[in-house]
């Protein structure tokens, strides 16, 4: 599952783009470190022997969504909104937020890596994962969930549209 | 050279996880919260294809496509929704977005 050195390297970037997509105080940085590690986790998809994910993942990740959102951030100027908790609120919720997100933290690990005890098939010659082989493995056992997702997908579409068709002035 | 294991991607999920949930915890344009929603998905499907790779299975794999059509449905909503709310409370801070009538 790929050498160790090109894992911590890959995923010290993959945390520190986290890390600076949480910090930065301007909306289209975020944006921009959030691709960063989109496409980092599209490279571990790539070492993780699944190159079709790769693919998507650039292409609808890191390109669509990421453009859905740098667009809507031009559109509404929201670049520089200030975004600190107000004074109302105070700042209490800062280090609340941060232990809870440790204690959140602590149970992920304690429970994954306890729990992994799944026979390692590290012997096995590795399946093939081209578009050929996804594409069968979907039509073969996922068909229901599959025009469900394409119902979703109009649903979305037609919700969108009607959120943003402006109303007569008897509607 | 040794090979990584499963529990080292399962900890760097976890932490890229943890990070999208402190992002919604903390910061208060809702853009931002939308994007740390995103990475929380993110890493979710990271550990799906880690663990199909861990198991030599391609269902894994499968259940990610259905993860980012569901993240690519609920961008489009929600960004309109963000859109629409900007229009009507000229902001997008949700510390001031405590009213469901607008």
Redesign the interface.
Known sequence: ????II?TIL?LI??LS??G??LSRN?VH??LF?VL??TT?AV??LI???P??FV??IA??AG??MV??IF??M??G?EQ??????A??GRW??PL??V???I??GT??FI??SG?G?P???T?A??E?GPV??GL??FE??VF?FEV?SV??L???I??VV??TRRGENG | MAEVSIEWYIILSAVLFTMGAIGVLLRRNAIIIFMSIELMLNSANLLFVAFARHLNDLDGQVFVFFVITVAAAEVAVGLALIVAIFRTKRSINIDELHMLKG
């Open positions: 599952m790929g050498s160790p894992f995923a993959a945390m986290a890390l997509m949480l909306a975020s944006a959030l590690n989109f986790i571990f998809f993780l022997n699944a079709f994910l998507t993942q609808i990740y669509a969504i859905l959102f809507v951030v559109l509404l929201a909104l200030r975004s600190e908790p107000t109302a609120v919720q800062v937020s941060i809870l997100a440790m959140l933290l992920f690990i994954l890596a992994t799944t390692s098939v590290e096995e590795l399946i994962a082989e996804i493995r979907l056992g996922y969930p997702a979703l997908l649903v979305a579409m919700g969108v959120l943003r």
